[in-house]
């Protein structure tokens, strides 16, 4: 079991930056795949990004990609979402991840494919 908590949320202008942190406790930190998610008001949870067990392999949802960048450090339990050029569009509660579902299958993208969830950390994008 792991248990995860967001840092790093905040409001921020068009155009800036933050980095998105998650801190997870418990065993075997670096068995787990990691994604992210976000969700905003009125709308269904959605994938963002994720990173295997390894952070050998990285994926991206298309709306972020070329300008997130998901990262992991096994020694540290920690798993980071860097953000940049953010966009009004990118406000919504973001929310850490994690599950042992197999490397290379296509559960990185589904909410349902993870067990173990953080409490989600706000970004506000002003325009």
């Known amino acids: 079991q792991v248990q995860l908590v967001e840092s790093g949320g905040g409001l921020v202008q068009a155009g800036g930056s933050l980095r998105l942190s998650c801190a997870a406790s418990g065993r075997s930190f670096s068995s787990y795949q990691m994604g992210w998610f976000r969700q905003a008001p009125g709308k269904e949870r959605e994938f963002v990004a994720a990173i295997t067990w390894n952070g050998g392999g990285t994926y991206y949802a298309d709306s972020v990609k070329g300008r997130f960048t998901i990262s992991r450090d096994n020694a540290k339990n920690t798993v980071t979402l860097q953000m940049n050029s953010l966009k009004p569009e990118d406000t919504a509660v973001y929310y850490c991840?994690?599950?042992?579902?197999?490397?290379?299958?296509?559960?990185?993208?589904?909410?349902?494919?993870?067990?173990?969830w953080g409490q989600g950390t706000q970004v506000t994008v002003s325009s």
């Open positions: 991840a994690a599950d042992r579902f197999p490397e290379g299958s296509a559960s990185y993208y589904y909410t349902r494919s993870y067990d173990y």
